[in-house]
């Protein structure tokens, strides 16, 4: 018999991931608001509360909800630890509370409540024998007072009852649910990405031929500076481990590598090391501790970029021969995409027979760098590898590292990024990069701030990436960049670009047609003049101090698009903690744009037809403004206003 | 460690109701549609099933799942016995469709296959080891094909592979999930409600004072072959048990009752007995079986009203008085909404120290009922017991009676009502009663058949019940019965009538502002002709024979409201197996509407600006239609017409 007298059914709990598989995640400080329905049969009162712990506590607290209406409840409590927080809802017929209402009519209409006073009396008198002390003598002189006629006495017993009350036959919902709980850069952060070996390459020695290498030395000291200086708060670093000879990659991707080619980063492993190994002419282990403990420093992370494959060279093929695929005739499976091969790269066999020892050696390599005080990875390909050995992975090694944080660098279908981030990648790539109308702006970032995904997925947004040079770069020039850079650093709460190429508003296309960049610094050194006085840093710079004076800007939700008259022009707003954001950007690399806006008063905390002033933050101008509809104009020079909104009247 | 090699997830499987915790419904012969996301790592090909079985069942059926894209996929299974069934999904890496589809992309681009040929001989081999007797010798054959280089082959072995090839590492859905299978009347029905002591009450013998109470001989008589001519259904009778003397209350819900006054059915039991007796006046069990195996002659249902509530001469209050809650002056509680008190009924104590003893007699109640050929129960006021026993309740009498189908009658808040529905009511009543304006009954069916609400919950519409007669009947007379009944018997594909007041238009109220009948049936007997020429009854016959003839008329879903110029006219039409119904209803009681018609043509399977012919089934006449935008004009003589699409050209 599956038969219960608990009377309260409890359903529709939100957040609540595949009904629990997945947790959602938060960030040290943040509140979670928790929504559920709980009734009963009939029309006794209910009480609900949302009980929640830490994974390290034993006790549970608990937070009494309010009734929202329509049965559905709500109530919060604030996550202060990393790790995991669990959360679930429980709630039961009050009895107590139902006498009382249904006392207070019966005496408003005037009726005898002799009887009913010696029912609430006895409720009192049960409750005061699980009460101690104060409350009990308390609780028994209500129950006197009930008992001898005094129906006020009702109200007043009201919070010791709910304190001491028996609760009957109490409903818990059937799920516990999860919290993950990651430290605040997990959900706002401003990446510089930069490949070490290039950014400062210099000439060689006098006498020497080609140009000299950077170094880790060389970023420790002239582009981590750079970056802080620009306000970006992870620097991030493509790999930096020894690269291999065999089928190594010429420039612009040419199948044969010169003698003096470089090769690409991504083809990991060589003679002098493998995963856990800097390449000698980028330095040591020694120089990537150092180089942490600068960002650290600084209040900045030191990111490294984490791809899970090997060069025919890497230690791996000769240590362990069985964690890569075989064919037919004993040789090594290489990475294709049919028809297309690549040679220079071994893919691992996640699920071959040695799968967990390869798994094991995986996650060992994240461990090794965390170990060197590395708490950033960005995760090249994720989607490559099975969700189930992200699960595991990213969990051991915040088990260790629970400030440890990673960003799935997976472009692909919508439901396998959106695993990724369940599995527990604290941030993800999007489809930002090819977003550039704004009807598409506005239905995929509804679709990332305003649906489930906004639990468990934060969007890291890059206008451009070493394997991406989107068209409208190529196309937009100086304009693109600012429109793009804007909308990246205020849409999402987390952004980044492929610099310096970015700063020095490199454009130039593999071949028309292509979205890759010429010249690319994949497979040769390139030497940037960071003083360029062509540079978009400062503006970049403006951006990254407007989001650090606004938190608003450091969440992705809660995101409002407003109505304006003109397409090629995109309102949007934030609002956070009373702090309120009103951005406008064109979306026209050529010409000026301008409209009326139809603003959501409401969404910005004006009241109907108020007036107030909005600054904007890039130039310090004001605009006394008044009800929803204004008048905006920009220009390709200056492609956007981030406005403050101030001194409502 | 909770690692797994596992590489396909399964997420978003629709329907599922709360996490599987509450079936879907459907009845015999119906398919169950299943969509569900399934996806790997890579770019590997996916292979996905829906599995599913009877509960009788020992082993498992598989159907095989097509991709949708998105990674959706489809799968739909016919269910065809009463009972519960269980569904599921599973989905795995096809290594052989991988192979093939990349060997194609080979082939097709000029590349060497040798190595590859081999690599799926060697899976073709493994598969035909175990195959048995011709698939085995026929995979060996096209094994030693592609080992000699024969790349045709690859495709000819995909119907074998996919029988016979392994499936690595399967992932199967967390939840089996179900499916409550109950036969067509519980989806479709046209219910007869009558008061069996009053319709036929007639004058008495002469010399004696009064009338005579109708019995359930002039039920079986008279009133099923006038229902059964109506095209009804279910013949519905509220409760035919003796009725108590104690605070018996009068005509129009007098305080005290008359002498002669027969009191409310549902002050249930008195000395003559309780839930499982008839009372005298109306005539024996034996009489009720009679009745039963009548209806199910002309193909209906005999429908009891069970009301869970004793009137203070039950037998049980005597037998058992720990069924029933006491004061702490000894006395049983009676019914109360505070002020209001119904000193006439008892409320049983559902959860009491005797819960399990009574529950186990509310159970017997159906069983008794069931023993004696009835198999629909009307519930009265179910919101008032509890879920659990529902749950546990209604699932014990189908296991006995799977034939059995019950109506909840519980006009309280939607998800009190959603929930009783969970718990596996066959019907609902629903707030169609008082949903009179356009925007608000679209908006009310489209809640009840295009969200996940469809797949549990199926409505029951009510134009009246002996409590509620609305407003809009008592202001619109004539034109308002005929439009409510036609939206009632069109919109839901479960309707019904407390019958013959409406169809002789019984619309006086008991007061101005109160929409309760004057002199209801509840308190009194009262005597119907059903010969009066002012009766509605031809045209609720219409009603019925027109849904007999049009299967779309017998399911709720797809239901499509179609736009119209005149708010004071609601367009819809539903469609099921080729059958399309359009229907176009006023709502204005006085004046005639007309409009012009914006319809969505792909909605009624008809091409853009096609023409067709519609052909009104309540008068016949028939008009050329062309296109989307066509004129209607109803008068309130006859304020609906119900269109068949014909003749498509």
């Given at each position: 018999m599956r038969e219960s007298r608990r009377r309260v059914a409890i359903e529709g709990v939100r957040p609540e991931i595949d009904a629990g598989e997945h947790p959602i995640k938060r960030t040290v400080g943040d509140r979670v608001t928790v929504e559920f329905d709980a009734f009963a049969d009939g029309h006794d009162r209910v009480?609900?509360?949302?009980?929640?712990?830490?994974?390290?506590?034993?006790?549970w607290s608990e937070t009494r909800a309010e009734a929202l209406g329509n049965d559905r409840w709500r109530a919060s409590f604030a996550v202060d630890r990393l790790g995991t927080y669990h959360y679930t809802v429980a709630a039961w017929v009050d009895a107590y509370a139902t006498w009382a209402a249904e006392l207070q009519k019966r005496v408003e209409a005037g009726q005898d409540v002799a009887l009913e006073l010696d029912e609430g009396a006895i409720l009192v008198g049960e409750a005061a024998?699980?009460?101690?002390?104060?409350?009990?003598?308390?609780?028994?002189?209500?129950?006197?007072?009930?008992?001898?006629?005094?129906?006020?006495?009702?109200?007043?017993?009201?919070?010791?009852?709910d304190r001491h009350a028996a609760r009957r036959d109490p409903t818990r919902y059937a799920r516990v649910?999860?919290?993950?709980?990651?430290?605040?850069?997990?959900?706002?952060?401003?990446?510089?990405?930069?490949?070490?070996?290039?950014?400062?390459?210099?000439?060689?020695?006098?006498?020497?031929?080609?140009?000299?290498?950077?170094?880790?030395?060389?970023?420790?000291?002239?582009?981590?500076?750079?970056?802080?200086?620009?306000?970006?708060?992870?620097?991030?670093?493509?790999?930096?481990?020894?690269?291999?000879?065999?089928?190594?990659?010429?420039?612009?991707?040419?199948?044969a590598a010169g003698p003096d080619d470089p090769g690409s980063p991504y083809a990991i492993g060589s003679e002098e090391g493998g995963h856990c190994a800097v390449a000698p002419a980028?330095?040591?282990?020694?120089?990537?501790?150092?180089?942490?403990a600068a960002c650290r420093e600084r209040g900045m992370d030191l990111a490294l970029d984490i791809a899970f494959q090997c060069s025919p060279d890497h230690p791996w093929v000769r240590e362990h021969p069985e964690w890569f695929r075989h064919r037919p005739d004993g040789t090594i499976r290489y990475a294709e995409n049919p028809p297309k091969k690549y040679q220079d790269i071994y893919p691992l066999d996640m699920t071959g027979a040695a799968w967990r020892e390869l798994w094991g050696a995986l996650r060992d390599v994240f461990l090794f760098w965390a170990a060197q005080g590395v708490r950033a990875f960005r995760v090249d390909n994720p989607h490559t590898k099975p969700f189930g050995f992200w699960r595991w992975c990213?969990?051991?090694?915040?088990?260790?590292?629970?400030?440890?944080?990673?960003?799935?660098?997976?472009?692909?279908?919508?439901?396998?990024?959106?695993?990724?981030?369940?599995?527990?990648?604290?941030?993800?790539?999007?489809?930002?990069?090819?977003?550039?109308?704004?009807?598409?702006?506005?239905?995929y970032l509804t679709e990332l701030t305003a649906t489930e995904l906004a639990e468990f997925?934060?969007?890291?947004?890059?206008?451009?990436?070493?394997?991406?040079?989107?068209?409208?770069?190529?196309?937009?020039?100086?304009?693109?960049?600012?429109?793009?850079?804007?909308?990246?650093?205020?849409?999402?709460?987390?952004?980044?670009?492929?610099?310096?190429?970015?700063?020095?508003?490199?454009?130039?296309?593999?071949?028309?047609?292509?979205?890759?960049?010429?010249?690319?610094?994949?497979?040769?050194?390139?030497?940037w003049d960071l003083d360029d006085p062509k540079s978009i840093a400062p503006f970049l710079a403006s951006l990254n101090r407007i989001r650090q004076v606004h938190p608003a800007l450091r969440r992705d939700r809660p995101l409002t698009f407003h109505r304006v008259d003109n397409d090629q022009?995109?309102?949007?707003?934030?609002?956070?903690?009373?702090?309120?954001?009103?951005?406008v950007v064109s979306l026209d690399w050529r010409w000026p744009q301008s409209g009326w806006t139809d603003l959501d008063l409401a969404a910005l905390g004006i009241e109907e037809g108020g007036r107030f002033t909005v600054r904007d933050e890039l130039t310090g101008?004001?605009?006394p403004w008044s009800g929803g509809r204004n008048f905006v104009r920009l220009e390709p020079d200056l492609p956007a206003h981030i406005f403050a909104i101030e001194d409502q009247q």
């Open positions: 009480a609900a509360v949302l009980v929640h712990k830490h994974e390290c506590d034993v006790a024998k699980r009460a101690k002390a104060a409350d009990a003598a308390a609780l028994r002189s209500l129950g006197r007072r009930l008992r001898d006629g005094d129906a006020a006495a009702a109200a007043e017993a009201t919070a010791l009852m649910l999860e919290v993950a709980v990651e430290r605040e850069r997990a959900a706002a952060s401003a990446w510089y990405k930069v490949f070490p070996r290039s950014v400062f390459a210099g000439p060689t020695a006098a006498g020497e031929a080609g140009v000299r290498q950077g170094t880790l030395a060389d970023v420790r000291e002239r582009v981590l500076p750079h970056a802080a200086g620009l306000g970006f708060d992870v620097l991030y670093l493509l790999p930096i481990h020894p690269i291999g000879r065999t089928f190594r990659k010429g420039r612009d991707n040419a199948l980028l330095g040591t282990v020694d120089d990537v501790r150092a180089l942490a990213l969990a051991e090694v915040k088990r260790v590292y629970p400030d440890a944080i990673f960003l799935a660098e997976a472009f692909t279908r919508p439901k396998v990024m959106a695993r990724l981030a369940k599995a527990g990648f604290s941030q993800s790539y999007t489809y930002f990069t090819w977003r550039t109308e704004k009807w598409e702006l506005e239905r997925m934060r969007p890291n947004f890059w206008p451009n990436t070493p394997d991406i040079l989107p068209f409208h770069l190529q196309e937009g020039g100086r304009p693109a960049f600012l429109s793009r850079a804007t909308l990246a650093s205020t849409l999402a709460a987390s952004w980044g670009v492929y610099a310096p190429a970015f700063e020095l508003l490199e454009n130039a296309p593999l071949a028309p047609g292509r979205e890759e960049y010429r010249s690319s610094e994949k497979y040769e050194l390139r030497r022009l995109i309102v949007y707003s934030k609002r956070r903690d009373g702090d309120t954001v009103l951005v101008k004001t605009y």
